[in-house]
């Protein structure tokens, strides 16, 4: 004879995109993160300082190097990386980055990519974007995407921070070309070594190119709300229903973006999936 299990508690009510939940208030108060908290809210980014031990970081550096393929000297980067080391799986599950993460993009949060990149003195910059790239505009109040991005090193303007247009994730739409262009109101996210800066899927924000010798060496971290995973796992049968049923199929199965990879990402088709975003 089972026994009768008594039925969860409902939650009738919706929190507000500032609000931190009865639940997680004592987490966050016991890792000093209100203000994180209250910043990444109001002005959609913020910087967790000492997230992790200087020997961690030293550890994430060193493994990014690693597997990040050549040439040196230019600009380079690895993704899929929960697959392809521990310090990874550490990172993204730090404590503090999983409670900004449950603050920001709710409980129950998805992990959505993780990818280093490695940047040497030099023009580049990517250009201006809001990371919720694959949703139309006007984005929703509540946050959808959550990047953490881990500078063992720590950036400042000079030495390539990410750029922020801070005002601009009140728009809640993507920059037109004209502003993508002028970068108006652009600032540096300044981070000091061993911490993790993180924004909002809304913020308008790109990289300032580096000036100084060396390389700025980081690693995003990118979490995304539960809402944004389908209902059904079809990975078990999506390789014999494409090839029954064509490229129709496999856009359904989410194989015609380029989050769908065997590599984790496909520049190619980078653009195309945000424009289908935009559609
Ligand atoms: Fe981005």
């Known amino acids: 004879m089972s026994e009768a299990v008594a039925e969860p508690e409902i939650i009738y009510d919706t929190l507000p995109p500032d609000a931190i939940s009865d639940e997680l208030a004592p987490v966050v108060d016991e890792l000093g993160l209100r203000e994180n908290c209250r910043q990444l809210a109001m002005e959609g980014y913020t910087v967790v300082e000492d997230a992790a031990p200087p020997e961690f970081n030293a550890r994430l550096r060193d493994k990014i190097r690693e597997i990040s393929p050549e040439p040196e000297g230019e600009t380079r980067g690895a993704n899929l990386l929960l697959a392809k080391d521990a310090v990874f799986a550490e990172a993204a599950l730090n404590p503090k980055i999983m409670a900004m993460a449950e603050f920001s993009v709710g409980r129950g949060f998805l992990i959505t990519q993780i990818a280093s990149s490695i940047m040497p003195k030099g023009p580049f910059a990517i250009r201006l974007h809001a990371d919720s790239s694959w949703l139309p505009a006007p984005f929703p109040a509540h946050n959808t995407l959550l990047t953490a991005c881990w500078t063992p090193d720590g950036y400042d303007k000079e030495s390539g921070a990410t750029l922020v247009i801070p005002g601009s994730g009140n ?46 060496v980081v690693c995003h971290v990118a979490y995304t709300r539960l809402m944004m995973r389908p209902v059904e796992d079809y990975s078990a049968h999506a390789d014999e229903l494409i090839e029954r049923y064509g490229k129709r199929m496999s856009q359904l199965l989410g194989r015609e973006d380029f989050l769908y990879s065997a590599g984790g990402f496909d520049p190619a088709l980078g653009i195309p999936t945000q424009n289908n975003a935009k559609r």
């Open 171 to 216: 728009l809640r739409r993507h920059p037109n070309a004209e502003e993508t262009e002028a970068k108006a109101g652009a600032i540096a996210i300044e981070a000091p070594p061993n911490s993790v800066a993180m924004w909002d899927g809304n913020i308008w924000h790109a990289n300032w190119p580096r000036q100084t010798d060396g390389e700025r």
